[in-house]
């Protein structure tokens, strides 16, 4: 069975700090993996996305993720973080064959200090 | 025009009562789907529905009962509502395997 692994549950940065957000999954066969995020009162929206091809991935608001796939992980990055990234962001995968189901990490908080 | 829209937004009801939480997507997208995010934030698919077929169904209580009078449709029946069943109730859709997934805002059911 797919499993997602975010291990930061609550991160809290001051403006301009760098982040980086774990996700580690468990699959034997070949995934795509997503980054999305919740800012309050919001419904989820997709960061970026992976699917095959440069393991680097760039995604909007200058977040980036790369995909380490001898570590079956995909870590979510950002140089400098702003007040307005306070969110939730969450991880997830679906195997690219069998059903077609998204499997979502538990989700990282993450508070951005002014 | 929102892409996915779910009715009611919130919804407060007491225990032992019957609910629906509507779904409607206008992308013209072939699946649909609905996520339960529960206290600790944690998001688990319940079902997803291909060309009016159900192909997914996680281990949900059989109160839960997803119906979908047509392919933008996917309604959110539950019966004999329980404290547990306290959570944000997610619809999304997709098209196609491993397109980006769209989500509604999220119905925030509150049983008391």
């Known amino acids: 069975a797919q499993s997602v692994s975010q291990h930061n549950h609550h991160v809290i940065l001051s403006e301009a700090a760098s982040l980086e957000l774990g996700c580690n999954y468990s699959?034997?066969?070949?995934?795509?993996l997503f980054w999305y995020v919740q800012y309050p009162g919001q419904h989820l929206q997709l960061l970026l996305k992976y699917f095959s091809g440069d393991p680097l991935v760039k995604g909007i608001k200058g977040f980036e993720a790369e995909f380490i796939k001898s570590k079956f992980s995909f870590n979510l990055r950002k140089p400098s973080v702003q007040w307005s990234d306070t969110a939730e962001y969450f991880c997830a995968v679906n195997a690219q064959t069998g059903a077609n189901n998204l499997f979502f990490g538990t989700g990282t908080r993450l508070t951005v200090i002014p | 025009d929102t892409a996915v829209s779910q009715t009611p937004k919130y919804l407060v009801t007491q225990m032992g009562n019957d609910k629906s939480i509507k779904c409607e997507q206008n992308l013209g997208h072939d699946t649909m789907y609905w996520y339960k995010q529960d206290s600790k934030k944690f998001l688990k698919i319940m079902f997803s529905?291909?060309?009016?077929?159900?192909?997914i169904n996680e281990t949900v209580p059989n109160r839960f009962s997803p119906k979908s009078p047509d392919k933008a449709h996917l309604n959110l029946h539950i019966n004999s509502l329980e404290l547990g069943d306290s959570a944000v109730y997610f619809c999304?859709?997709?098209?196609?395997?491993?397109?980006?997934?769209?989500f509604g805002q999220g119905t925030r059911l509150t049983v008391v």
């Open positions: 999304a859709s997709s098209q196609g395997r491993g397109e980006r997934a769209f």
């Open positions: 529905y291909n060309n009016k077929e159900l192909i």
């Open positions: 699959y034997g066969g070949t995934v795509n």
